[in-house]
């Protein structure tokens, strides 16, 4: 079965320092690959997504993952953190199964502290 | 904003009662997604609709039932109601249903029951 492994439960950074959180899929073929983020009382909102072609994708707020197949995995990064960037980050890969669902596979997310 | 919209944003209700949580997707978008949040499962998919039939369908318990009707809005009803179906509650919508297509999600339900 199609997993997602985020390592790191909690991170904590010093504003300004740079960032990256981790994301291990379990899949054979190349998968759909996600990031999330969800701020105190809010839905989750799509940073960045990777389906094929460049391996480093640009998302919104400064984000940017990188996918390498050879380790199967698809890092989070940002150069230097700012305060509002404290949230939970989820990392998810698109389900593949008999049917073509949008249905998404999340990991257990990591919560990103902030340190003035 | 998302453009999703689920209602109520928070319900307290009591063990074995019945609930219904509504969604209403973003304007256009055909597909509509459940998923739970608890702190010991973590996010985890329920059901999916797409142009209102069901498309996909995850770990949704029994209890637990969901439609998508003609104007695209979905309810999710959640019977016989245990302490351990406290939970936020989200729905999310993509234009099309199919593998790789970007959910836009709404702030959730949350649900606790008491």
């Known amino acids: 079965a199609q997993s997602v492994t985020q390592p790191d439960i909690h991170i904590t950074v010093s504003e300004g320092a740079s960032l990256e959180l981790r994301c291990n899929y379990s899949?054979?073929?190349?998968?759909?690959l996600f990031w999330y983020v969800q701020s105190p009382g809010q839905g989750l909102q799509l940073l960045l997504k990777y389906f094929s072609g460049d391996t480093l994708v640009q998302g919104i707020k400064g984000f940017e993952a990188e996918f390498k197949r050879s380790q199967s995995s698809f890092n989070l990064r940002k150069p230097s953190v700012h305060w509002s960037d404290a949230a939970e980050y989820f990392c998810a890969v698109g389900a593949t199964g008999s049917s073509n669902t949008g249905k998404l596979i999340f990991g257990q997310g990591t919560t990103l502290q902030v340190k003035p | 904003d998302s453009g999703v919209t689920q209602t109520p944003k928070h319900l307290i209700t009591a063990t074995g009662q019945r609930v219904t949580l509504r969604c209403s997707p973003r304007?256009?978008?055909?597909?509509v997604y459940w998923y739970q949040q608890s702190l010991d499962q973590g996010l985890q998919f329920l059901i999916q609709?797409?142009?209102?039939?069901?498309?996909a369908k995850g770990n949704i318990l029994e209890r637990f039932s969901a439609q998508q009707f003609p104007d695209l809005h979905s309810e999710l009803n959640l019977s016989s109601l245990e302490l351990g179906d406290s939970a936020l509650y989200f729905c999310?919508?993509?234009?099309?249903?199919?593998?790789?297509?970007?959910?836009?999600f709404g702030q959730g339900t949350r649900l606790t029951v008491v």
């Open positions: 899949y054979g073929a190349t998968p759909y």
């Open positions: 609709y797409y142009n209102g039939e069901e498309r």
């Open positions: 999310a919508s993509s234009p099309q249903g199919n593998r790789g297509t970007e959910a836009f």
């Open positions: 304007s256009g978008d055909l597909s």
